[in-house]
């Protein structure tokens, strides 16, 4: 029986999956393994080379090969694979990132066997860019021991996890509805494993997380008034799931969405659905009158006057210049 199960959840990632898996078959640890490998029906050739690992290492890289895509953005992917998971504990890392640590597993299972109370452990990472761009250690030195779910509430987005620094406890057997439903599973998940416990942390560099144009952060569509609606709906289950203990701060965070919205493709153009957005904001956010000028000057105020507008303020600044 393992002791940890190594989830890597995949979707046409071929460029990449070699890496992920080698990364995690040169883990040095003093207890066994399974490395579950869920590809998404990639068509890119991913699939191939999991069967591959499958052949050279029978009963050690398992592939999870679904007969069709299960959309939600890996979502169901990773629900389907964990279901196979028989570890004690299992280590979640994506197909494009990979383990740089070969003790990274056994770290990690240390803290969470000296840590009954912890439900999970996460590490830094290494940020990397596919467009050359400078790489960044995600987490400075700042970082405290250990967290709880009060660190993850916030009225932005917060995030200092990533996907492959991450282990949990294999303690929750059903997710809920709604986290299905949500096309962003690591906020919705670890709010889940905070509820049971705190979260430990590691500050070695043991794994690296890649942003390319394949990843699920470029699919991400900020633009786009239903990827928009998917982050106000998960927002609002977490906000239940918590019994609203931290209502207030979960609404302005809500209404950023409904802020983000009213620049989305489908209702940029729209008068009266800006309105409704705003009074949406609005009655979320209760934000200043400074703020809500602004809101009203940049989606609701026609351009034409916004021209005036403009002609009039540069006017006055010459005068009160001169």
Request: overall charge neutral; hydrophobic content about 35%.
């Amino acid at each position: 029986m393992p002791k940890v199960s190594v989830l890597i959840i995949t979707y046409n990632q071929a460029k990449f999956i070699r890496q992920a898996i080698d990364s995690v078959l040169m883990q040095q640890t003093n207890f066994p393994i399974e490395i579950l490998v869920g590809d998404d029906f990639s068509k890119d050739g991913t699939r191939e080379i999991i069967q591959e690992y499958e052949r050279e290492h029978p009963g050690l890289v398992k592939g999870v090969l679904h007969p069709r895509n299960m959309g939600k953005n890996g979502g169901i992917n990773f629900l389907e694979t964990l279901k196979r998971a028989e570890g004690e504990y299992y280590a979640l890392i994506d197909g494009d990132d990979y383990l740089t640590d070969p003790l990274k597993l056994q770290k990690q299972v240390d803290m969470l066997d000296a840590h009954p109370d912890y439900s999970m452990v996460f590490h830094n990472a290494l940020i990397t860019y596919e467009d050359g761009s400078p790489s960044e250690i995600l987490n400075g030195s700042d970082m405290k021991s250990y967290y709880t779910i009060e660190d993850l509430i916030g009225d932005k987005e917060i995030w200092f996890m990533a996907t492959s620094s991450t282990m949990y406890r294999n303690t929750i057997k059903e997710y809920p509805a709604w986290f299905r439903e949500s096309v962003s599973g690591d906020i919705p998940r670890l709010i889940l494993k905070a509820k049971m416990g705190k979260i430990g942390y590691i500050p070695d560099v043991m794994s690296v997380y890649r942003k390319n144009k394949n990843g699920t952060s470029f699919t991400d569509n900020e633009a786009d008034a239903v990827y928009l609606k998917n982050r106000i709906d998960m927002y609002d289950n977490i906000n239940r799931e918590l019994e609203y203990r931290y209502d207030r701060v979960m609404k302005k965070n809500i209404a950023r969405y409904y802020r983000m919205m009213m620049n989305s493709k489908q209702y940029r153009d729209s008068y009266l659905a800006k309105l409704r957005l705003t009074a949406k904001y609005y009655s979320l956010a209760r934000p200043s009158w400074e703020d809500l000028k602004t809101v009203i000057y940049d989606h609701l105020t026609p351009p034409a006057i916004q021209r005036a507008y403009g002609v009039i303020a540069i006017g006055l600044h010459r005068i009160l210049n001169n």
